[in-house]
């Protein structure tokens, strides 16, 4: 008997760690795991969809069937695939107590994701909601588009963009709210006698600010006295400068991150048997890349060997 519950035991972790090695991002991912990814990618994609097309009030009348039963199917997968990962999280060594791991698992960002993408179908059966409760719950649905960053490599890497960066985006920020701040309280200045209407304190001159750093300018507040005008045309050059600040940042960003992936690239030599970077430089099977090129270069082709 005991060698009965201990072979059940056995298949239930064999089981629950092919489940991880599919779902999360696991050091021996299956081979399942980009088909999983895949799939929830484009059931997303449906499911949003849905949600965008069922906004139409003849799309909704027509084919209302058709979107509740996306609606009811997608969030049947969402809930399993998020008990999965509640079951599972354990394996991962930042979540290995039975308990307060998982505890700890469900508070981070994407599970927390997870559980708001699959609670507006839900909550109307435990809570009764009044119709215009109803409609945000449905607008909440929108919410799952954000799981797609559990799936897209192009989301993990804007991600990771963002965490890399996050002084210098956080500073470009900073400096953007100083030049509006500045720009809406002088404008305010200059503006409110010729146009108390348009101009009536500094958070309405904001508004002037915000379009007019953004280059947007829609016209429905602009000033009228040569000395508003002359600043206004100052503010609008300053704002391609400042807006162009993030630009900048991102790009270095996206360009540190692709060069941090191609560094842990290892190729194998078919003629030699060595191994290289992407660089063409010497790299060691067994030793971490340290991201410093090595001056020794393998030859390119067999004739160099």
Same mark, same amino acid.
């Given at each position: 008997?005991?060698? *009965? %519950?201990? #072979?059940?035991?056995? !298949? ?40 965008? $097309? ?26 399993? *695939? /998020?008990?999965?990962?509640? @079951? ?58 954000? %799981? +797609?960053?559990?799936? #897209? ?5 804007? =991600? ?6 996050? *002084?210098?985006?956080? $500073? ?25 209407? %348009?101009? &009536? ?5 904001? @508004? @002037? ?8 300018? /829609?016209?429905?507040?602009? &000033?009228?006295?040569?000395?508003? =005008? ?9 704002? +391609? ?10 790009? #270095? ?6 060069? *941090? ?20 430089? %010497? ?5 971490? &890349? !340290? ?15």
């Amino acid at each position: 008997m005991p060698e *009965e %519950k201990q #072979s059940f035991s056995a !298949s239930v972790e064999s089981v629950r760690c092919r489940i991880f090695n599919i779902i999360e991002d696991s050091p021996h991912p299956s081979i399942w795991a980009p088909r999983f990814n895949i799939f929830m990618s484009l059931l997303i994609v449906l499911n949003i969809s849905a949600v965008i $097309l069922e906004s139409v009030q003849s799309l909704a009348d027509a084919y209302n069937p058709v979107f509740v039963a996306v609606d009811v199917v997608s969030v049947l997968i969402f809930t399993v *695939e /998020y008990i999965l990962r509640l @079951w599972t999280c354990t394996l991962n060594p930042k979540f290995q107590a039975a308990m307060t791991g998982r505890v700890r698992f469900a508070l981070t960002p994407m599970a927390i994701i997870d559980l708001l993408a699959i609670l507006p179908f839900y909550l109307p059966m435990v809570i009764p909601v009044d119709l215009r409760m109803l409609r945000a719950l449905r607008l909440m649905r929108l919410v799952r588009i954000l %799981k +797609i960053g559990r799936y #897209s490599e192009a989301a993990k890497t804007f =991600q990771k963009v963002l965490v890399n960066k996050k *002084e210098e985006i956080l $500073l470009a920020l900073l400096i953007l709210l100083i030049v509006l701040v500045f720009s809406s309280s002088l404008m305010y200045t200059v503006e409110h006698d010729a146009q108390p209407d %348009k101009f &009536p304190d500094i958070p309405h001159a904001m @508004w @002037w600010g915000i379009v007019t750093l953004a280059t947007v300018g /829609y016209g429905d507040v602009y &000033p009228i006295t040569p000395l508003g =005008q002359f600043l206004g045309g100052i503010v609008l050059i300053v704002g +391609i400068g400042v807006f162009a600040l993030p630009t900048g940042i991102f790009a #270095s960003g996206f360009i540190d991150v692709i060069n *941090e992936r191609r560094q842990k690239i290892v190729y194998v030599c078919p003629y030699c048997g060595k191994h290289h970077d992407a660089e063409g430089n %010497k790299v060691d099977p067994d030793t971490p &890349p !340290s991201g410093k090129p090595d001056e020794s270069r393998e030859p390119a082709s067999p004739s160099d060997h």
